[in-house]
């Protein structure tokens, strides 16, 4: 293993962007001064960073899937302006300690992210600059470029009274996710193990299934996958949105932006509560320990209130809403998930749901 300060800048740079891919419309990529790239259209700009202890543990470091996750949160705010991503800008700050080698499989992971969304829209999405610093804790910036040629970028704010509400991937997964790794879960390939004392009916070390549940959750939270593709079936929307924060947060959003009230139906959220079921009575404690029926009837509410707290404020999978008239069939990849009234806020079956998603400064 060789350290970042044992090569020197211009030799680490050499390394990692040995993994990009060049693009057609670059002419001029990563070695000037900045970059030069062919745009068609109107150019949609987007910047997000994960910052060490803030967004992420060295305790649950995975340089790769860290590099899938700066990508993938960069990639989706742009597709969800119906843009097609043009090209990465990325930025790091990492301790001189850092070994070459994971620096490789950051961009690594940040390449293949982005290969995987240039397949699912058929476009080049290439590293064409960005920096390297040092830094006592690790640091990625990454701004997303993309380009709006044929239609007029989607906003929040053109969401209408009428308007069905969809819903594209999943939300919820990457919060379940974040949970389990707080509660000690291994998510490493291998199997999920906890790290403090396990009951005997939820250890996951017992339940084959139920350890490929778990580590699947946190897989989302590590290295989320959007459904980038489902976007291009939603060119009729009229507000869309990245859920990153939170559906509560976001879907809030929307309403706030466009004037309008966004009813959603719990029973449209009842498959993506299911499938968060077993994490959720992980962490409560398992149902089938209990000693009698009502403490098995109180396991399960609390396992289905958790769940439903992950689908309606957790982010991090970076799914997709959006409002549109209403399709006698949603598009291949949505699922309709509510309707917009007239008024404000978010409700759930007519109950008002109050904005509970991530905010950086607790806001």
């Given amino acids: 293993m060789t350290r970042l300060s044992e090569l020197g800048e211009s030799h680490v740079l050499e390394r990692i962007l040995s993994h990009n891919r060049t693009g057609s419309q670059v002419i001029i990529g990563p070695g000037d001064d900045a970059a030069v790239t062919a745009v068609d259209g109107n150019l949609v700009s987007t910047a997000d960073m994960l910052v060490e202890n803030e967004d992420f543990t060295r305790a649950w470091l995975d340089w790769g899937r860290l590099g899938i996750k700066a990508a993938a949160q960069n990639l989706s705010d742009v597709c969800v302006m119906g843009a097609r991503p043009h090209g990465l800008l990325v930025s790091l700050a990492v301790p001189n300690s850092t070994e070459i080698e994971d620096l490789e499989a950051l961009f690594a992971g940040i390449v293949a992210e982005a290969g995987r969304a240039g397949e699912e829209l058929g476009c080049e999405i290439p590293i064409i600059g960005g920096d390297l610093s040092s830094s006592g ?98 060119r009729a929307a009229s507000a869309m949105i990245d859920v990153s924060d939170g559906l509560s947060t976001d879907m809030g959003r929307i309403a706030s932006a466009s004037g309008v009230h966004a009813r959603i139906d719990r029973a449209s959220l009842q498959e993506l509560i299911d499938e968060l079921l077993p994490a959720a009575r992980h962490l409560v404690g398992a149902i089938e320990g209990a000693e009698s029926d009502e403490e098995t009837a109180q396991a399960a509410a609390e396992a289905e209130e958790l769940a439903l707290a992950w689908v309606l404020n957790g982010g991090e999978d970076h799914g997709f809403v959006a409002s549109s008239a209403q399709f006698d069939t949603p598009p291949v990849g949505w699922r309709r998930i509510g309707e917009m009234r007239v008024g404000s806020g978010v409700s759930l079956d007519g109950a008002p749901v109050p904005t509970s998603g991530f905010s950086h400064f607790g806001k």
């Fill in 137 to 234: 804790l690790i640091v990625i910036a990454i701004t997303a470029l993309g380009t709006v040629a044929d239609h007029a970028a989607i906003t929040r704010s053109g969401a209408r009274p009428g308007d069905s509400i969809y819903l594209a991937g999943t939300i919820g997964r990457a919060a379940a996710g974040l949970d389990l790794l707080f509660a000690g879960v291994d998510g490493n390939a291998g199997g999920a193990r906890d790290a403090g004392d396990a009951r005997d009916a939820g250890d996951a070390r017992n339940d084959p299934q139920l350890d490929e549940s778990l580590t699947s959750l946190i897989t989302t939270q590590l290295a989320p996958q959007p459904d980038y593709a489902a976007v291009l079936n939603m």
